[in-house]
């Protein structure tokens, strides 16, 4: 019995890393997505980013190539 939850016990403290590991080495990509597509929805027009650059050691972070499209009506392609 006590061998069981050891063993269950492992799985989950192992299950937890690899899923923190995973978060983290996709963030950037993640938090890409998330502004394109949110960005898109909120402002009505396209919003594309280039890159997403994370230093979590430092709390740092910078995003570039950000481009917000202007809405329908406007002359210009982006604001």
Do not use: C, H, W
Not at 19 to 46: D, H, N, P, R
Not at 66 to 78: A, D, E, Y
């Amino acid at each position: 019995m006590k061998r069981g939850l050891i063993i269950g016990g492992a799985v989950v403290i192992v299950a937890v890393i690899i899923l923190v590991v995973f978060v983290f080495s996709s963030l950037e990509s993640l938090i890409k997505a998330g502004v394109e597509t949110y960005g898109t929805e909120i402002t009505q027009a396209k919003v594309t980013l280039e890159t997403v650059e994370l230093d979590i050691t430092s709390g740092k972070g910078a995003l570039a190539g950000l481009v917000v499209g202007n809405p329908k009506g406007f002359q210009t392609p982006s604001a």
